[in-house]
């Protein structure tokens, strides 16, 4: 359970982030950092208090310091709802309260607005021995009014070396919090760059999974099921055959270092 607040907050997930040494934008939290000291990681209320925004003045403070555009974003927001951009201070008042309004009750963190920026994401799938993989990623740049309404797998925009570091990237935030189950690390992509920005994980499968299954050939809701009931992931039959082992075999994985590295259909 504290695994999926961690994760599935946005602020707190950013905080995690950083302390995964995972690049993040400028935000109102930035450099905030929890302490880690090879255990899970624990996010404490005051730490988490100092990436918030209480409220409108707070707000345009961490907004001039990070500098215009910015987006404000309420940290249990989603799907399109609680997040406006800003483009200068005389607009921040407004949408400001716009966020409030939509997610009542909702930490509001102040974030940097990334111009140009591809929508990348890497799905996660853990099971409860401290094992996490990625399953490649998906392309959801297409997107209207901040909902995503084309995906594409794999991800081909970035080059391999890079998408490869924002993969591991996500299995190191899944194992610093003790995460199980299927999971998505979203990113911002910038192409003239080639420099990612943590955005937030998704404790939960996603409904543009199929994407992943139809590259990865793995069903991610029975492996759902499989961990829950226990299945470490070298005995899913599905994961043995992405990394080229015996569907009906026991022994263990390497998933650091596999023997056969796992290449997306298609």
């Given amino acids: 359970e504290r695994a999926m607040w961690a994760l599935g907050d946005k602020i707190a997930s950013s905080i995690v982030a950083q302390t995964c040494d995972v690049p993040t934008m400028p935000w109102s939290g930035s450099n905030l950092k929890a302490n880690y000291t090879g255990k899970k990681i624990k996010i404490s209320s005051e730490l988490y208090g100092r990436g918030c925004v209480k409220n409108f003045e707070e707000g345009l403070e961490a907004a001039n310091k990070i500098g215009f555009p910015v987006m404000i974003k309420a940290s249990e927001g989603g799907g399109g709802k609680g997040i406006r951009k800003v483009e ?64 594409e797998a794999p991800v081909i925009v970035a080059d391999s070396d890079t998408f490869e570091d924002m993969e591991r990237a996500a299995v190191r935030l899944a194992k610093m919090v003790g995460y199980v189950s299927a999971g998505t690390v979203e990113y911002l992509y910038e192409e003239g760059s080639g420099q990612y920005y943590f955005l937030e994980l998704n404790p939960r499968l996603q409904v543009e999974h199929p994407c992943t299954e139809m590259v990865a050939d793995i069903n991610l809701p029975a492996a759902q099921l499989q961990i829950a009931m226990g299945l470490p992931l070298h005995h899913i039959k599905d994961v043995r055959l992405l990394y080229g082992e015996s569907p009906w075999g026991m022994s263990e994985i390497d998933f650091d270092s596999p023997q056969h590295k796992p290449q997306p259909w298609g």
């Fill in 88 to 151: 200068n201070s005389d607009e921040f008042a407004s949408a400001f309260k716009q966020v409030q309004n939509e997610v009542p009750g909702s930490p509001i963190f102040v974030m940097k607005l990334a111009r140009e920026a591809r929508h990348l994401e890497v799905q996660l799938l853990a099971d409860q021995y401290g094992n996490a993989i990625s399953l490649f990623g998906r392309d959801c740049s297409i997107q209207r009014r901040h909902q995503k309404i084309i995906e």
